[in-house]
């Protein structure tokens, strides 16, 4: 099926630190996502994307967070200053179009926060 | 979005078909029910969908209960690839587009 992929697979980084998150969706996908999973508990959604605009984010997704599109590119999620507490996996989806279409799920990026 | 309710495991043997119930008894009428699965170390995986009519394609059958206040996601024949943490969520439509995941279901597989 359709595939979502993520760069980079991990990523290490010391608190402070600025880091981003690369999502290279579905090509002809025109809304994405981003989940944050903590090692043991429950995804929980973040943000999503569309047209250069955040639609819709949760309380999770803290000033210190940023997504944009440049271009068509990747889809990014920027974490500027990182703290302990973003050490999570994140995974980036896609969909054809809102609501009912299916989201599909890249592998995730770990991102540890030292 | 209205809630779920799955247990909290399952265990099962290759080959056996496996019912994965689902209770969402404040279900509103325009809002679908969705599984998705997740494996260990992957993302989650769009499995089915369904609104109020029974549905079926490569990897499972949903059943919808005619009040639509139950759901049951039939998988046919299960192999160890099968096992995974199973999640039935509810979505409106012409809502909000994010995944709401609770803790699922996780499925064990033995061979």
């Known amino acids: 099926g359709p595939k979502v992929l993520q760069i980079p697979s991990h990523q290490i980084i010391d608190m402070g630190q600025m880091v981003t998150l690369n999502c290279d969706p579905v090509?002809?996908?025109?809304?994405f996502y981003w989940y944050k999973q903590i090692l043991g508990q429950q995804m929980e959604f973040l943000v999503n994307?569309?047209?250069?605009?955040?639609?819709?984010k949760s309380k999770l997704f803290k000033d210190q967070f940023s997504v944009e599109r440049p271009d068509g590119s990747y889809f990014t999620l920027k974490i500027q200053p990182t703290a302990l507490e973003d050490s999570a996996v994140y995974f980036c989806?896609?969909?054809?179009?809102?609501?009912?279409?299916?989201?599909?799920f890249g592998p995730g990026t770990r991102l540890t926060v030292l | 979005d209205a809630k779920t309710t799955q247990p909290d495991s399952m265990e099962s043997t290759e080959g056996e078909t496996v019912h994965l119930p689902c209770s969402h008894a404040?279900?509103?009428?325009?809002?679908?029910i969705y599984w998705y699965r997740q494996v260990p170390l992957q993302g989650p995986e769009y499995v089915t969908h369904?609104?109020?009519q029974n549905t079926t394609n490569s990897m499972a059958f949903l059943a919808i209960a005619s009040d639509r206040k139950s759901s049951t996601l039939i998988l046919p024949h299960v192999s160890l690839r099968d096992a995974a943490v199973y999640h039935c969520i509810l979505r409106d439509q012409g809502g909000s587009a994010k995944l709401i995941f609770g803790e699922g279901t996780k499925l064990t597989v033995s061979s």
């Open positions: 989806a896609s969909s054809l179009d809102w609501g009912g279409y299916e989201q599909y």
């Open positions: 090509s002809n996908h025109l809304y």
């Open positions: 994307f569309y047209n250069g605009k955040v639609m819709e």
């Open positions: 369904g609104l109020q």
């Open positions: 404040t279900i509103s009428g325009n809002e679908y």
